[in-house]
């Protein structure tokens, strides 16, 4: 377990790729993960202080370590006052008097509240989720009645799902709620099992999207191709689609679907895996059942000079237009809640810059069908250009992860493909790296080549 310390505290005058590389590496792990590193190095140490260090240390291992040793010979006075700054309290909006109705372009950023370093800053309705973060949510989705059965449907299959395994060393660690993985058909399910490489290995469940699920999944392509219009128009610069974003029709093709039985089960602060979305990606999330809080926060660049406009550097369209925000305001993070019969739509800013969690919650009110569950149907538009027989393959002849470098500024917002067969119980990784290029429209260099000839041309030409 010393050497991912060891490892970061080398340091031989890499390279730039080598040392944004490492960087990486060390930033964009789920929290998840690294709580579970700093919980093997200090296994005295309780959760939330653990949490603490690590935002304390933004978000860096090894400095979460040593400010736990040093902590450590003064242990108690430490836990105190780690456990009254992670309760933080409660904003509401009401104070802030936002006028969205009336937003024009660039709107967005001047009206916004900010959620400061060390504090939530709790969101309930969709004006203010939308001018305040890259989400936005529309209640009471379906008709009560559609809700209810495919909540049916749901619960009937949610004991049968399975917690997701991550090696870290030599330790598996175990997700901290249960999921499973739904396709459209058998005969893509059984690609899925045997071509889609997820953290270095196959993911062995993969089923048929049921009944219900493929009903709503209808509604849910409709609704969220019109948020996404209507974001481009009234929150993203000029009134156009991100560079990258793909002009296509958001078609859902993919679902994980996620169970979080009773308030202890929850996921921890991360962004999904672009490899087979591409960059940009837009993901609609149906909840139902027991209301949880989606908690979100934005990754600020390191060595940022405060004031500066991001919106000027290209990387952020949307969410800085005239004042930056401090860098602690930035870090601050916000709840969304999301009840029963709610669709979430993460926009296409949504996974470079901001990460997410579900929250563990000390109560819950317990659902009248669900009982302490919450159930969430997270549908994807997997891209056929990014199929793993595509993409590159590592020394481990294992395809690629594609990331987005999130903190280090020189190289932010640029995506590349990485070996994350260390990630796999039983494998070691090798130390492959190469910078992922897309066109505008987020399609990789070998779209033309190995698409039809009908898809390629919808890939080249339907920028409107
Ligand atoms: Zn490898």
């Known amino acids: 377990m010393d050497a991912f310390v060891s490892r970061k505290r080398r340091r031989i005058s890499p390279t730039d790729e080598e040392e944004t590389k490492i960087a990486c590496l060390a930033e964009e792990e789920s929290t998840d993960f690294k709580l579970a590193v700093l919980a093997s190095l200090h296994p005295d140490i309780d959760h939330s ?8 240390s933004n978000g860096v291992v090894d400095a979460a370590s040593e400010h736990l040793l040093r902590a450590g010979s003064n242990k108690s006075p430490s836990k105190r006052r780690n456990t009254n700054s992670i309760t933080g309290y409660q904003s509401t909006i009401s104070s802030f008097s936002l006028k969205s109705k009336t937003a024009e372009p660039g709107a967005y950023v001047s009206k916004k509240p900010s959620a400061k370093k060390g504090k ?26 559609e809700a209810d059965a495919l909540l049916h449907e749901l619960l009937k299959e949610a004991p049968t799902f399975k917690r997701e395994k991550f090696r870290l060393f030599e330790n598996v660690v175990e997700s901290p709620h249960t999921m499973c993985f739904y396709v459209d058909s058998w005969d893509e399910a059984e690609r899925q099992k045997t071509e889609y490489v997820y953290n270095g290995s196959y993911i062995a469940d993969v089923r048929k999207t049921l009944p219900e699920m493929r009903n709503v999944a209808v509604k849910v392509q409709e609704a969220v191709n019109a948020e996404i219009q209507r974001r481009i128009q009234i929150y993203y610069p000029g009134g156009q689609k991100l560079k990258y974003q793909s002009p296509d029709e958001w078609k859902p093709n993919a679902a994980f679907v996620n169970c979080y039985d009773g308030g202890a089960e929850s996921v921890g602060y991360h962004s999904d895996q672009l490899t087979y979305l591409g960059p940009r990606a837009v993901i609609g999330s149906l909840s139902l059942g027991v209301a949880r809080e989606f908690r979100v926060r934005r990754v600020v660049a390191r060595d940022e000079d405060e004031g500066e406009s991001d919106a000027k550097n290209g990387h952020f369209p949307g969410t800085i237009a005239s004042s930056a925000p401090t860098r602690a305001d930035a870090e601050g993070q916000i709840s969304i809640h999301l009840p029963h019969n709610s669709l979430l739509v993460m926009h296409a800013e949504m996974q470079e810059e901001w990460k997410h969690s579900i929250a563990p919650a000390s109560a819950i009110d317990p659902h009248p069908l669900a009982g302490n569950k919450r159930l969430n149907i997270t549908y994807r538009c997997y891209k056929a250009s990014l199929h793993p027989r595509f993409t590159p393959r590592c020394k481990c002849g294992v395809p690629t992860v594609l990331r987005c470098v999130q903190r280090k500024r020189e190289n932010r917002g640029r995506y590349m493909w990485m070996c994350h067969a260390n990630y796999t ?40």
């Open 120 to 145: 939530t800053l709790h969101l309930y309705s969709p004006e203010d989720i939308e001018t305040t973060t890259p989400c936005s949510i529309i209640h009471n989705f379906l008709p009560p009645n």
């Open 425 to 464: 119980p039983g494998q070691e990784g090798c130390s492959f790296f190469q910078w992922a290029e897309f066109n505008d429209d987020g399609e990789p260099p070998w779209a033309k080549g190995v698409l039809g000839a009908k898809e390629a041309e919808g890939v080249a030409g339907s920028a409107t």
């Open 49 to 56: 202080a653990l949490l603490e260090a690590l935002l304390a």
